[in-house]
């Protein structure tokens, strides 16, 4: 899982102004090792300016498709999402880690349910892997979708939402609602706030027969729309979120915490199998950061505690975690931790990354 391995570019999509598509062709002795469920990410690395960066970019596909492929979207002062929109072409070969996260829920074909899906932007990546699977798996549920762009023009995947929609006629419900585009229902126009969430859930969402919500864009956003939710009794249990990594401010933890025992930390990490120990000072650095100035290459990817790449379990001892906006509460229960937020506190300390339940 820790692993990269060099896949070729098959198809560069431009899919919007500043969003393209990108196709992976996975060769057969990969194809167990890529296959992926509906709603989780890649981890793409490559060499930009002499520079080692690594970005995580949701799959766009459903299960079904058995086809990789991720959307980028143009970040402004993104300089991956720059390099990726100006640069690739099909034919190139890119270092991408195997598919990650937890941004989805069990399907079955015997389920009868209604989900519920709040994206804004690209947050439609992942939410159409989702739509597009949990339709074909279970064939009695309905799934309704509320989008949110500025303008029509910028909408990603306007036609693959379209022909879903004609092929789902009585599942499928799809709300576009633009903050620069004037459009004829004016509950449609602005942006997804927490007072949109009311009329909404008021006059064409009723919530009582939804059973669970994905939720996926920036911050912002994603607190207004659970807020309602919850507000209108859904059980934050069955309110799936991802952020945008773009959304988090990035920081430094000011936190003084007293430190326990000895100065320093014998971390023992295990990766792929293999186990590997070394020192470091309780407080000055993140767990992340002590393992890469070590020479281990522990996965990572937003280094801000939202993608969750760095996702392993503290089996012994404990530490202390900075921002978590990736972790739910059963995980933490569980004793996950995201490496790149978690500085120890006791002396002896095991994280395993090859745990994932």
Known sequence: MSKFYPLTVGKVKQETRDT???????PDDLKETFHYQQGQHLTLRADINGEDLRRSYSICSAVQDQQLRVAIKRTPGGVFSTWANDTLKPGQSLQVMPPMGHFNLPLSPTNEKHYLGFAAGSGITPMLSIIKTTLLTEPHSRFTLVYGNRASSSVIFKEELTDLKDIYLERLNIVYVMSREQQDVELFNGRITAEKCEQFFRSWIPLNDVDAAFLCGPEEMIQAVSGALQHHGMDKGNIKVEL???????????????????????????????????????????????????????????????????????VQGKVDMDANYALEDYEIARGFVLSCQSFPVTDNLLIDFDQDN
Not at 20 to 26: K, S, Y
Not at 256 to 271: D, F, K, L, S
Not at 280 to 301: F, N, P, Q, T
């Open 244 to 314: 945008f990594a773009a959304s988090i401010p990035k920081h430094k933890s000011n936190a003084q915490r007293p430190v326990v025992g000895a100065q320093e930390c014998e971390v023992t990490v295990v990766i792929d199998g293999n186990h590997t120990v070394f020192t470091m000072v309780k407080e000055k650095e993140s767990l992340l950061d002590a393992g890469l100035r070590h020479g281990i290459d522990m996965r990572y990817s937003c280094k801000g505690g939202v993608c969750a790449t760095c996702r392993c379990k503290v």
């Open 20 to 26: 393209i598509v990108v196709t992976f062709e996975v």
